[in-house]
């Protein structure tokens, strides 16, 4: 597989994956708009959200234990933002959920630092009324 066949794949995958989070019960989809999350972000106050991970970086799969190291280092960098729990399920069945959360009031440039921190391909963001945007990292740049 050739360098762009690659990255293609990998944007089609983040395209094609369902950002789900648990409680609330939200669906994020990449380049739609989510009534739901909209509702919740007035409800809370605060504009501008990510979704992310820090599992698998630079989509390499982990073993269990070490992904669960990541994802608590995750939780402990978040620790000042108001967060929900959720997953990344994506169309291509064989590659397991991944554990994520849903981070309201952060910046996309502080989602950015974040997601380059743990080594992540891709984050997603939006702001209140629009739609979810896929942000390509720094990570998805070494993809070869």
Not at 117 to 134: C, D, F, R
């Amino acid at each position: 597989m050739n360098y762009n066949t690659k990255q293609n794949t990998y944007i089609d995958a983040y395209n094609t994956t369902m950002y789900v989070v648990f409680n609330p019960s939200i669906v994020i989809e990449v380049e739609k708009r989510s009534k739901e999350l909209d509702e919740f972000l007035h409800k809370h106050n605060v504009i501008e959200w990510t979704f992310i991970t820090s599992l698998n970086p630079y989509s390499n799969q982990l073993t269990d234990e070490e992904n669960e190291i990541l994802f608590n280092s995750l939780l402990k960098d978040i620790a000042g933002y108001t967060y929900f729990l959720g997953q990344g399920e994506g169309a291509d069945k064989s590659w397991e959920p991944e554990k994520s959360v849903l981070i309201i009031g952060i910046s996309e440039s502080e989602a950015i630092l974040l997601g380059n921190k743990y080594n992540q391909n891709a984050i997603i963001v939006g702001e209140k009324g629009s739609i979810a945007k896929l942000v390509l990292l720094k990570a998805f740049e070494d993809i070869h």
